[in-house]
C-alpha cells in the first residue's frame, strides 16, 4: 500500500521534531510496530535526528530549504475482519509506504506585494531554472495536492502571534493545492484527509487547559504519565481557538479554525492533541511532576543569550503515531 503524505505547518511547528520521533513513537505504540526509512535520504534523516535526540539531547534543526522527497515504511500488525456470514477478526501485516517531504514553512508563507512568498526562517523559494524545472514551492505544491492525507501542525502556544500566521499558511496552501485538486473531490471540499494536531500537550499552559476540558487525565497513578484522549480534541481545538490566551483575544486561531472548516471536510478531519517529545519526569524522582510537565528545558547560551531547548528526560511521545496510523487506516479501507 501506497500513500502521499504531506506534513504541513508554519515555521517553528514542529514538523521536523515530529517526523524525527516517529520511529520511537512507533516502537511505544505496540509490540511489532515500526517505522523506518526506504530511500536513503529517510533513512539519513533518521538516523542523524534520533542521534541529536538522543545523544546531544537536542532539538532537531530547523528545515531550510526543500529536501529530496523522502520514503518511509510504516510496518506492524492490524485488526482485519473478513466479510461475509462467517466473517470474523483477524490479524494481517500491514506495510504502508509514505512518501513526505520535509519542507520549510516559509515557503508557504502568504505572498508579498511582488506576489511571490515573503519567505522567512532562511527558506528561499527556488525559482524555476532556465531548462523549466520546477521551484521549490511548485515541487512541494505538486507534491500536497497530490498527497492524500494532510499532517497540519498548530501550534496552540503561538498560534495567534503575529510572527506565526497559521491562518495565511493554511489559506496559501489552499489555493494552490485548490488549483490542481479540488475538482477530483467528490463534494465541496477539498479531496484530502486532514489530521490537525495541537502540539506541546506537555507545555504547562496547555497541559493545564486539557486537564481543565477533561482531555489530559492523571488517573495512571501519581507519578505516571498522563493519558491524553483524542476523542474531545475537536471541541478542545474550539476551545483553544475560541478562548483568551493569557488574557489577548484569538482572532487568528479563529481565522484559522473557520478556514479549516470551511475547506476541508468534517468527515475526513480529524483532531489530535500531541507532543513529540512527551511529558517531562522530575530530575530527581524520575516521575512525572504534574506542576513542571514540559519535557524540554531551557538554557541560556553563554555567547549570544539566546534561550536554548534541551531534552530533559525520556522521550515518549504523546499522539504522534497515532494521526498516521488514522491516515493509513483511510488508505487501507479506500483501498489506495
Known amino acids: ?56 539531547r537536542t532539538l532537531p534543526a530547523a528545515t531550510v530549504r526543500l529536501n529530496p522527497e523522502m520514503r518511509f515504511v510504516l510496518r506492524g500488525v492490524r485488526k482485519a475482519r473478513r466479510r461475509g456470514p462467517f466473517a470474523r477478526t483477524r490479524r494481517v501485516q500491514t506495510a504502508v509506504y509514505l512518501d513526505v517531504l520535509d519542507a520549510p514553512g516559509g515557503l508557504y508563507a502568504w505572498p508579498g506585494p511582488s506576489g511571490r512568498s515573503d519567505v522567512g526562517s532562511g527558506a528561499t523559494p527556488s525559482s524555476p531554472a532556465s531548462g523549466g524545472e520546477e521551484s521549490d514551492r511548485d515541487r512541494l505544491t505538486r507534491h500536497v495536492a497530490d498527497s492524500s492525507g494532510l499532517i497540519l501542525l498548530v501550534d496552540p502556544v503561538l498560534v495567534d502571534s503575529p510572527n506565526y500566521d497559521a491562518y495565511d499558511y493554511i489559506k496559501s496552501i489552499v489555493l494552490d493545492i485548490a488549483r490542481r485538486s479540488a475538482l477530483s473531490s467528490a463534494d465541496e471540499f477539498l479531496p484530502h484527509y486532514l489530521a490537525v494536531c495541537m502540539t506541546k500537550c506537555d507545555h504547562t499552559a496547555v497541559y493545564e487547559k486539557a486537564r481543565e476540558f477533561g482531555l489530559a487525565t492523571d488517573d495512571n497513578g501519581p ?68 506542576d513542571d510537565p514540559a519535557n524540554p528545558t531551557y538554557e541560556t547560551g553563554a555567547n549570544d543569550g539566546s534561550e536554548r531547548p534541551w531534552v530533559s528526560g525520556l522521550i515518549r511521545p504523546v499522539n504522534v503515531i497515532e494521526p498516521v496510523l488514522w491516515l493509513a487506516a483511510t488508505q487501507l479501507r479506500n483501498g489506495s
Open 223 to 290: 507519578g505516571a504519565f498522563p493519558t491524553v484522549s483524542d476523542q474531545r480534541a475537536r471541541e478542545f481545538f474550539d476551545e483553544l481557538c475560541g478562548s483568551s490566551w493569557e488574557g489577548a483575544p484569538r482572532g487568528r486561531a479563529i481565522e484559522l479554525r473557520d478556514a479549516i472548516r470551511s475547506h476541508f471536510s468534517p468527515r475526513r478531519t480529524r483532531y489530535f492533541l500531541t507532543s513529540s517529545l512527551g511529558f517531562g519526569q522530575h530530575p530527581e524522582t524520575g516521575v512525572f511532576d504534574p
Open 1 to 56: 500500500m501506497e500513500a502521499g503524505l504531506g506534513v504541513l505547518g508554519p515555521p517553528e511547528s514542529g514538523k521536523t521534531t515530529l517526523l524525527a520521533t516517529l520511529p520511537i513513537a512507533a516502537e511505544q505504540y505496540a509490540p511489532g510496530w515500526m517505522f523506518f526509512g526506504a530511500n536513503d535520504e529517510a533513512q539519513d534523516f533518521l538516523q542523524e535526528n534520533l542521534r541529536r535526540l538522543r545523544a546531544s
